[in-house]
């Protein structure tokens, strides 16, 4: 029996637009939902949304900030984790989940999905991603399927 609640990085873009927000708050609310602790960059945009969705299914957040200080967390990060190594933080975000969901994002997104890969992690692909090795999901419910799927081998 596993120990540690399973953890859930979210990456995507500082950016929204409302197509990607009512996305990524859908999927931070899928996480929650599914008993995981949902863990992104912890500013706004995407990140931000999906931290949203997170707290209104009652899920725990943890934000891997960039700079030094907590208060550049969104309202909605529970834990705030200040690196001070700016985009050097994509390795952690990568790193300290289970498994990762990509959301449309940039070049800070795309790192992170390398990442996840280097260190075995599963992706799941909600952003449209055209990297070899990924788990593709078309719709919320498809990448929902795929999560329980992977959380039942852990």
Request: proline fraction near 4%.
């Amino acid at each position: 029996m596993r120990s540690q609640q399973v953890t859930v990085s979210v990456i995507g873009s500082h950016d929204a637009t409302p197509r990607t927000a009512k996305l990524a708050y859908a999927v931070g609310k899928m996480v929650a939902e599914s008993g995981c602790v949902l863990v992104c960059g912890g500013l706004q945009g995407l990140m931000r949304e999906a931290c949203r969705g997170a707290k209104a299914a009652g899920g725990l957040t943890i934000g891997i900030l960039p700079g030094k200080s907590k208060a550049d967390a969104n309202e909605f990060v529970d834990i705030a984790l200040p690196t001070t190594i700016g985009f050097s933080r994509n390795v952690i975000v990568a790193a300290s989940a289970d498994v990762v969901i990509a959301l449309p994002g940039s070049y800070g997104t795309e790192s992170e999905i390398c990442y996840a890969k280097v260190y075995g992690r599963p992706v799941i692909n909600l952003g449209g991603w055209k990297v070899p090795g990924l788990l593709n999901a078309k719709t919320v419910g498809q990448a929902k399927r795929l999560l329980k799927k992977i959380l039942g081998s852990l």
